[in-house]
C-alpha cells in the first residue's frame, strides 16, 4: 500500500503571489475604496473600515470652508451642493441606510460618488479662490465723502489688485435734502490714475461700471469726477466693490 508523501515544503510568504501580500492588499482595498473584494464582506461587519471613506470627505470638506475666499453666496453654491451630496452619501453608507444596501456594487458606488464629489469641490472651491470673485466693499473708501460739481474724489481699495477688473457701485445723496433735489441730474466719471483707457463717463447713482485694471499691482486707486448742478453739494458713498477676473 503506497500512500503520498506528505508536503513538506513551506508555504511562500513573500512575492506578489503570497498569502501576505495578497492580505495586505485586499485589507488596503477594503479601507480605502470600500467593500470592493473577498474581504471586505467581512470587513464590512467591522465597524471601523467604513470611517475612511467618511472621514476623507469630512477633512476635504474642512479644508474648502477654511480656504474658501470672501466674495457672493452665489458663486458657492454648487461647491456646497457637492460637498452636501458627499456628506449625505458617505454617511448614509456609513450608517443603517447602507446596511439596507445589499449589492456590493451599490455600496461601492456611494462610497466612489462621496469621494468624488468632495474632491470635486475642493478642486472647485480652489479655483475661485484663484479666479472667484473677491468682495472687497468693507476695504472701500472715498476721500472725500461730500462734493460739488467739479470734485474731484479718491476711491481706494485696501486690497492687491489680485484680478483683472473692479466692479463698481456708488451711491450718491443731497447733503442737504431739505435744501436741494439734485440726485437725478448728478453723475460721475471714473478711471484709475494714469490710464485713460480706463475712463468711464456719464454714470449716475446706483449704476454699476468695470474698470480693467490690467497689469495693476498693489493697493487699488480710483480717480471720481463729479458732475451736478451749480450750488448742489453731494455725498458719495460705497455700495458694491468687487474684484473679478
Request: proline letters at 4%; a negative charge.
Given at each position: 500500500?503506497?500512500?503520498?508523501?506528505?508536503?513538506?515544503?513551506?508555504?511562500?510568504?513573500?512575492?506578489?503571489?503570497?498569502?501576505?501580500?495578497?492580505?495586505?492588499?485586499?485589507?488596503?482595498?477594503?479601507?480605502f475604496?470600500?467593500?470592493?473584494?473577498?474581504?471586505?464582506?467581512?470587513?464590512?461587519?467591522?465597524?471601523?473600515?467604513?470611517?475612511?471613506?467618511?472621514?476623507?470627505?469630512?477633512?476635504l470638506?474642512?479644508?474648502?470652508?477654511?480656504?474658501?475666499?470672501?466674495?457672493?453666496?452665489?458663486?458657492?453654491?454648487?461647491?456646497?451642493?457637492?460637498?452636501?451630496t458627499?456628506?449625505a452619501?458617505?454617511?448614509?453608507?456609513?450608517?443603517?441606510?447602507?446596511?439596507?444596501?445589499?449589492?456590493?456594487?451599490?455600496?461601492?458606488?456611494?462610497?466612489?460618488?462621496?469621494?468624488?464629489?468632495?474632491?470635486?469641490?475642493?478642486i472647485?472651491?480652489?479655483?475661485?479662490?484663484?479666479?472667484?470673485?473677491?468682495?472687497?466693499?468693507?476695504?472701500?473708501?472715498?476721500?472725500?465723502?461730500?462734493?460739488t460739481?467739479?470734485?474731484?474724489?479718491?476711491?481706494?481699495?485696501?486690497?492687491?489688485?489680485?484680478?483683472?477688473?473692479?466692479?463698481?457701485?456708488?451711491?450718491?445723496?443731497d447733503?442737504?435734502?431739505?435744501?436741494?433735489?439734485?440726485?437725478p441730474?448728478?453723475?460721475?466719471?471714473?478711471?484709475?490714475?494714469?490710464?485713460?483707457?480706463?475712463?468711464?463717463?456719464?454714470?449716475?447713482?446706483?449704476?454699476?461700471?468695470?474698470?480693467?485694471?490690467g497689469?495693476l499691482?498693489?493697493?487699488?486707486?480710483?480717480?471720481?469726477?463729479?458732475?451736478?448742478?451749480?450750488?448742489?453739494?453731494?455725498?458719495?458713498?460705497?455700495?458694491?466693490?468687487?474684484?473679478?477676473?
Amino acid at each position: 500500500m503506497t500512500g503520498e508523501s506528505p508536503v513538506t515544503g513551506k508555504a511562500k510568504t513573500w512575492g506578489d503571489g503570497s498569502p501576505a501580500i495578497g492580505f495586505v492588499s485586499k485589507l488596503f482595498f477594503s479601507v480605502f475604496v470600500g467593500d470592493v473584494v473577498e474581504f471586505a464582506d467581512k470587513a464590512r461587519r467591522w465597524g471601523g473600515w467604513n470611517w475612511p471613506p467618511f472621514l476623507l470627505v469630512l477633512a476635504l470638506g474642512t479644508f474648502a470652508l477654511i480656504t474658501a475666499p470672501d466674495g457672493p453666496f452665489r458663486q458657492f453654491v454648487w461647491v456646497y451642493a457637492a460637498f452636501g451630496t458627499a456628506v449625505a452619501l458617505a454617511l448614509a453608507r456609513l450608517l443603517a441606510l447602507a446596511s439596507e444596501v445589499r449589492g456590493r456594487r451599490w455600496r461601492v458606488l456611494m462610497s466612489a460618488t462621496a469621494v468624488i464629489c468632495a474632491v470635486a469641490g475642493t478642486i472647485g472651491m480652489d479655483h475661485l479662490a484663484e479666479h472667484g470673485e473677491v468682495d472687497v466693499t468693507g476695504r472701500t473708501r472715498i476721500i472725500p465723502g461730500t462734493a460739488t460739481d467739479g470734485s474731484r474724489l479718491r476711491l481706494v481699495v485696501d486690497s492687491p489688485a489680485d484680478r483683472s477688473r473692479l466692479r463698481l457701485t456708488l451711491t450718491i445723496r443731497d447733503a442737504a435734502l431739505d435744501q436741494q433735489y439734485c440726485v437725478p441730474e448728478t453723475e460721475y466719471t471714473a478711471e484709475l490714475p494714469g490710464n485713460a483707457n480706463s475712463r468711464v463717463e456719464h454714470v449716475r447713482s446706483g449704476q454699476t461700471v468695470e474698470l480693467a485694471l490690467g497689469g495693476l499691482r498693489g493697493e487699488i486707486e480710483a480717480l471720481i469726477t463729479l458732475a451736478t448742478d451749480e450750488n448742489c453739494r453731494m455725498n458719495l458713498s460705497v455700495a458694491d466693490v468687487v474684484l473679478h477676473d
